[in-house]
């Protein structure tokens, strides 16, 4: 068979003679049907109908490649319980709302949400590879308070005329959904604007679906002008695979600082052995440990939350442990703070 593929793409030909799959396919072929999960899974029909009317509220999304690090069998695996609609998620707790961490008072229009000094967070887009049962932003109306990947005029123009942004921190959704020529668009607008001395960038794509690291992004990011960080969010070390920590040596070549961000989940990565095997693993991969978060109130995740007082055992169980720096910072976000708030243990 002769593959109608371009000269740059006769290493990637696999035995069978068909180039990999792109990220992009592999984005589209993502799992969402919770039928389709369970029987990947070897699990009984009992978590379906619950699966469904939670996916209602807020879809499953998983890539192929996260669900084969998952154990078989075990409705309890910690990658598993991250992605399984559940029906803890329809119980209405009080204290659990929304829009946890005040992000629609703080957005400025054009997507771009200024609330530290210093900083600004651009929301780039809605999508993401994988749909984390936690996340803050669950029902977060991207359609309103999008930086539009289509034009990224306004938002320029709203970091052009603040002089305080020194970094702009690239977020979503997930800013890795956006193909590279978007990105591109983007950062060659940021290199207009001389106040803008660094880049961030948080993602879970390097740990969900790490094909997205190929050599056109690897492009991009080499050619960037500025010392670029990237925060990866990875919550248990069974996540980080072969050919995850080869994405991430490939950011790690284009002279990325990495580090990570985790959220400290109920039945997830809520005991001392599962967050230090995390930070030793993480290192080993070139990723530093940054922030470990108590989980934001937000509707319909209540059964992941995870105490402060078990959260400052766990801390000191890891500091007695682990090296200095493989100690991550313990905070929680409120609203109208002026950064992340530590928590103390
Ligand atoms: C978390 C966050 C940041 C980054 O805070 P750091 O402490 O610098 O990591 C910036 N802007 C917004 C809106 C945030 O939520
Ligand atoms: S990747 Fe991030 S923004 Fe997207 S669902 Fe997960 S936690 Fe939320």
């Avoid at 180039?19 to 039928?35: C, E, H, K």
């Avoid at 997830?268 to 940054?290: C, H, M, R, W």
């Avoid at 766990?314 to 905070?331: D, I, K």
Wanted: glycine share 6%; proline share 7%; net charge neutral.
């Amino acid at each position: 068979m002769i593959a109608a593929s371009s000269p740059t793409d006769h290493n990637r030909l696999s035995s069978s003679g068909a180039p990999p799959p792109g990220w992009q396919a592999l984005l589209r072929q993502a799992v969402t049907d919770p039928a389709e999960l369970l029987r990947m899974l070897d699990l009984g029909p009992q978590w379906l109908e619950p699966a469904r009317q939670a996916a209602a509220i807020f879809g499953l999304k998983t890539p192929r490649g996260f669900v084969a690090r998952m154990r078989k069998g075990d409705p309890a695996d910690p990658l598993l319980l991250q992605v399984l609609p559940l029906h803890a998620e329809l119980q209405a707790i009080p204290g659990y709302v929304a829009d946890p961490v005040g992000d629609l008072a703080s957005t400025q229009g054009a997507g771009l949400l200024h609330k530290y000094t210093g900083r600004a967070l651009l929301v780039t887009t809605g999508a993401c590879a994988v749909h984390c049962r936690y996340c803050f932003r669950r029902e977060f109306p991207y359609s309103e308070h999008l930086a539009a990947a289509a034009n990224w005029q306004p938002a320029l123009q709203a970091i052009a005329a603040d002089d305080d942004i020194h970094e702009v921190i690239l977020s979503g959704g997930d800013p890795l959904s956006l193909a590279d020529h978007k990105l591109r668009a983007l950062t060659d607008g940021l290199q207009t604007i001389p106040h803008v001395r660094r880049l961030r960038i948080h993602t879970r794509y390097p740990i969900v679906l790490p094909e997205r690291i190929d050599k056109s992004f690897q492009q991009w990011l080499r050619a960037l002008p500025w010392r670029v960080a990237i925060v990866i969010h990875a919550n248990h070390a069974n996540e980080i695979d072969a050919r995850v920590e080869q994405a991430l040596a490939g950011l790690t070549a284009c002279g990325a600082t990495l580090l990570n961000q985790s959220v400290l989940l109920r039945r997830v990565n809520d005991e001392a052995d599962a967050l230090i095997t995390l930070s030793e693993k993480l290192f080993t991969a070139g990723v530093l440990p940054y922030y470990l978060h108590l989980l934001d109130p937000v509707r319909g995740a209540a059964h992941f939350d995870v105490e402060a007082g078990v959260a400052a055992d766990l801390m000191r169980t890891m500091a007695a442990r682990l090296s200095g720096y493989l100690v991550p910072r313990l905070v929680r976000e409120q609203a109208g703070a002026p950064y992340k708030t530590p928590v103390a243990w």
